[in-house]
């Protein structure tokens, strides 16, 4: 017999599962074993060839309906979004230049600082509590020291307005001699999934790289060392940075999407506030449930020269995410479908007794058990 308790299941109450150790591990994208070896690699990408292979092959065959499916039920839908848009366009005018640039700049801005302000209020305040038990570093940042904090809006801002503003300028003229979607028309729903998937890969590529080289030694202490004055980040870090950094790493590999595709700018300020939100949750030092896993971010803030991608993808293909891999915090990785709080989950130093195969906490089997 097993022991009763410790990481595993119990008879549920009808909310059990909320608050009980999960009881399947949901992998991240990068999961697997704690050392990457070549025969792992090429395992992955074994799999990853046959699910890309499959899925080709269902889609193609059920293209016809799916494409049906997806209008049909874009349809009633896609008739609001279009009426909310077309009321934007009656009362801000038509104008491409002024949607781009001044739109783009006010949803990120109203998008980045509703957010960011609610991760900075538990901050500064430690309220409600129970966050604190959600902390990726516990003890740090409580309370949040005043003047950096201030050093980091001041900063942030300086970037939306004086770099992001001439950069969606720059984008503007890009696209228009590229060619891209003015019309009034919004895109179909299945056009905009599409599009946001092209902009996830162009996003890992564009930031994976460019933040590689900002860690050049000729490079880091000039301009990528400022970000990395926060070595357990704040969700308003995202984007505190050199100006310079700013624009090439954080600006450019968001925009290469939507330029490569021509995007329509509904789709421009939807890909950009997702984002937002992503690195908003990924340097926000809180790993809560039901949120992509920010560990290998923070990850990265904790020892520098590790995780540089946003996916995951392109670390495990150069091998710099091994350090991250053979670390307790990659036993956290994964988005927590319960409330239990990944360091309660995944513990540092085990319960006496307890046992971790895989992600997963168990009970060590007693003698009884054979
Ligand atoms: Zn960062
Ligand atoms: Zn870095």
Redesign the pocket.
Known sequence: MMKEGGCRPRAASPLKWLTQRPTRVTRAWCSGPASPAPADLWSTLKKALFIIGSSTIVFVALRNSLTYHLQHFWGASGDFWQHQWDKILHTYGDNPFTFMVYGTTIVSYVVYWTVGLLYTFVDMTGYPAILKRYKIQPGTNEPVETWKLIKCILWVNFNQIFVGVPFSMACFYLLRLRGWDESRQLPTFHWVIIELIICILMEEIGFYYS?RL??HRMLYKHF?KM??EWQSPISITAIYAHPLEHALSNMMPVFLGPLLMGSHVATIWLWVSLALLSTLNAHSGYHLPFFPSPEAHDF?HLKFNQCYGVLGVLDLLHGTDDKFRASKCFSRHLMMLSLVPPREAYPDVLPKGKVIRGKQCYDQPSEDSQ
Do not use: I, S, T
């Open positions: 933040h900002f860690h990528h970000h990395h990265h």
